[in-house]
């Protein structure tokens, strides 16, 4: 019979949990699509693990630099089942760059890595050490650019509004025709605590949590099952 090795090793799954980082900082973006309120998206950010990106990642969402932050800045990029891009704060077309650190700054670290959606990440210009202002969330796991981009944050709240933008119309270079603009950032004040950088919207984890209860029902069955063909069997033995 194979259901007890099945059942260990689902439990042998579910005890397998992804490393945690600390969330330092929570910024959120309230954005509009054509003019009407879209929602908000909140940020956790990871400050532990990659500082200086985080740095420059508040300092454009709640300061600015030289007069130019974040606000009033388009979403305008959207490639479905990859990301949502924006941040241009130059041109607010893609083809601007500037940090706290200079037009572009080096890689920090690729520690955490691209395996889950609502990942928010450093846009560069597809070659090492060129971040900048722009930033990109992942709507799904995108593994292949592990060791390419800086993920210094994940979405916390808002992944409704992420997945709304990534289904608008786009043209052949995945621009997005409608106008997504980031109307208004700010920071939220909280305890600093530590959480997975998943969000658990396609992970085994979540489905084994989500299923424990008719997983289990139906192991019970079988296990019934499986008793009663054993009485079966030793019955027409004896006969």
Request: glycine share 8%; hydrophobic share 40%; aromatic share 14%.
């Amino acid at each position: 019979m194979t259901i007890f090795p099945l059942l260990c090793l689902l439990i042998l799954f579910s005890q397998v949990q992804a490393k945690k980082y600390k969330i330092t900082d929570q910024v959120y973006m309230d954005l509009e699509i054509d003019g009407r309120m879209a929602g908000r998206i909140v940020f956790g950010l990871f400050g532990e693990v990659v500082p200086k990106t985080v740095k420059n990642f508040k300092k454009l969402a709640l300061e600015g630099i030289e007069g130019k932050s974040y606000k009033g800045t388009n979403i305008f990029i959207a490639i479905r089942k990859v990301m949502i891009l924006g941040g241009d704060v130059i041109f607010n077309n893609g083809s601007g760059s500037t940090s706290i650190y200079g037009k572009y700054f080096d890689d920090e670290n690729f520690e955490i890595r691209h395996d889950s959606t609502g990942l928010l990440a450093s846009a560069n210009r597809d070659v090492p050490n060129t971040n900048g202002c722009m930033f990109f969330i992942t709507t799904m796991p995108t593994p292949w650019l592990n060791g390419k981009n800086v993920i210094f944050g994940k979405v916390l709240m808002g992944h409704e509004v992420v997945h709304k933008i990534e289904h608008l119309k786009t043209d052949y270079n995945d621009r997005i025709l409608n106008k997504v603009q980031i109307v208004e950032c700010g920071e939220i004040v909280f305890e600093p605590f530590y959480d997975d950088h998943k969000n658990y919207e396609i992970t085994l984890w979540a489905w084994i949590k989500a299923g424990w209860f008719p997983l289990s029902f139906s192991f019970a069955i079988l296990g019934v099952f499986h008793y009663i063909m054993t009485q079966l069997n030793k019955l027409q033995s004896f006969q």
